[in-house]
């Protein structure tokens, strides 16, 4: 009887709200914003746990770097690609190739910062942190709204805490492209969940213009869409969603050719200027063994673990059943990373974007008591803390 009255309460409820959905709120919003609100309120403790354990991060880096004279926003904000990417954004790509030409960092990103900094009372490398610290916040939404599609919102929250746990989750708050390509794939995934073809399609288009990893993302939504396309016979939304996907990656690639003078000028600068190609994995197995067998720094032990877990916990996804377009783009994310060669390094960085690896963590702490969970989350944000100041004051190289 009681869940009756539950479901009877909750129609009225959506009564009333589409009843008033064309008369401004009491905030002054229209009905769009208030339709948006009931999401925001759902997420809102996913949004707040993600900053909380993002600023314990931060706070420790600027306290560490200030006992080094190193300040803060210049750790985050020109650190290795960073400086790259404001170079882009302030002076524009080379105009013509070279050894290290920096045609090979992918546009959306550099673009956001060049048009936003005019409108914005910061300059260019504060204006990049800001727009990484609201992708990281999207991101972190777009995590809580697919755990909570699947599961539960328990279960949402904490998969967008734990993404901001990562060792290398710093990252995710400097003046690099991975929050908001996270973002971008997150929500474009969702859309494919949810069947939103057109949003899927124009968000893995702009996932596309951002990393080159979006390989791993474009099959995903363009194999979901003709499946529905054939499913539904004759939806055009579906179809768009298959043109659309592509395109980002397809057009600056392109790009990158006819200013280059070459069909594979991008391949090209990322082989010979950047040292870095597709291998199979011979690189990442040859790395590896040199770890295993001789004492390294820490980031090189850190990252052989990070790659084994997320072995491991691609098993699990597979073992949950979790949806095949998570569960795909999340393999696709390990050949692209395991399989490249150069930048050992840097792949646990590579993973950051892949969330959907983080789903079995979710579900597991998000059955565990209240005491034990925050023993566990305590523990993960002092580690995550301390390796924030070790990748950019202790480790020479890029996170």
């Not at 709200?17 to 208030?34: K, L, Q």
Request: proline share 5%; with cysteine.
């Amino acid at each position: 009887m009681g869940s009756d009255m539950g479901v009877i309460a909750d129609r009225e409820i959506d009564s009333r709200e589409e009843r008033s959905g064309d008369r401004p709120d009491v905030t002054g919003g229209t009905g769009r914003m208030a339709r948006l609100r009931r999401p925001l309120l759902a997420a809102w403790p996913a949004l707040v746990g993600y900053a909380a354990v993002r600023a314990v991060g931060l706070i420790t880096l600027a306290i560490w770097g200030d006992a080094r004279d190193a300040r803060l926003l210049r750790l985050i904000g020109i650190r290795a690609d960073a400086g790259w990417y404001l170079a882009i954004a302030q002076h524009g790509y080379d105009r013509a190739e070279t050894l290290q030409s920096n045609m090979a960092f992918f546009p959306l990103y550099p673009l956001l910062v060049r048009f936003t900094e005019p409108l914005s009372p910061l300059q260019f490398r504060n204006t990049a942190i800001v727009l990484a610290w609201l992708a990281s916040l999207a991101a972190a939404w777009g995590l809580f709204a697919i755990g909570n599609h699947l599961h539960d919102r328990r279960t949402g929250v904490l998969l967008a805490v734990v993404w901001g746990l990562l060792p290398h989750a710093i990252v995710e708050s400097m003046a690099y492209t991975e929050s908001l390509f996270t973002a971008l794939a997150a929500w474009s995934l969702y859309a494919v969940l949810t069947g939103r073809w057109v949003t899927a399609g124009t968000l893995c288009l702009l996932a596309g213009a951002t990393r080159p990893t979006a390989t791993s993302l474009i099959p995903v939504v363009m194999l979901a869409a003709l499946i529905a396309l054939v499913w539904r016979r004759g939806t055009w939304r579906p179809a768009l969603a298959l043109l659309l996907a592509p395109l980002g990656w397809l057009g600056f690639v392109g790009w990158v050719g006819w200013r280059t003078g070459r069909v594979d000028g991008w391949f090209h600068i990322q082989t010979e200027g950047w040292r870095s190609s597709f291998d199979g994995g011979a690189g990442t197995l040859e790395n590896t063994g040199i770890t295993l067998d001789q004492p390294v720094t820490l980031q090189w032990y850190l990252i052989v673990a990070v790659l084994a877990s997320s072995l491991i916990l691609l098993a699990l996804s597979a073992v949950d059943r979790q949806p095949w377009p998570l569960f795909v783009y999340s393999a696709l994310m390990l050949v692209t990373t395991i399989g490249a060669s150069g930048y050992f390094n840097s792949k646990a960085r590579f993973l950051v974007p892949a969330f959907a690896l983080l789903l079995p963590v979710a579900r597991g702490l998000a059955a565990a008591s209240t005491a034990r969970l925050l023993i566990i989350l305590v523990g993960m944000t002092a580690f995550a803390a301390y390796f924030s100041g070790y990748l950019l004051l202790v480790w020479e190289y890029s996170p």
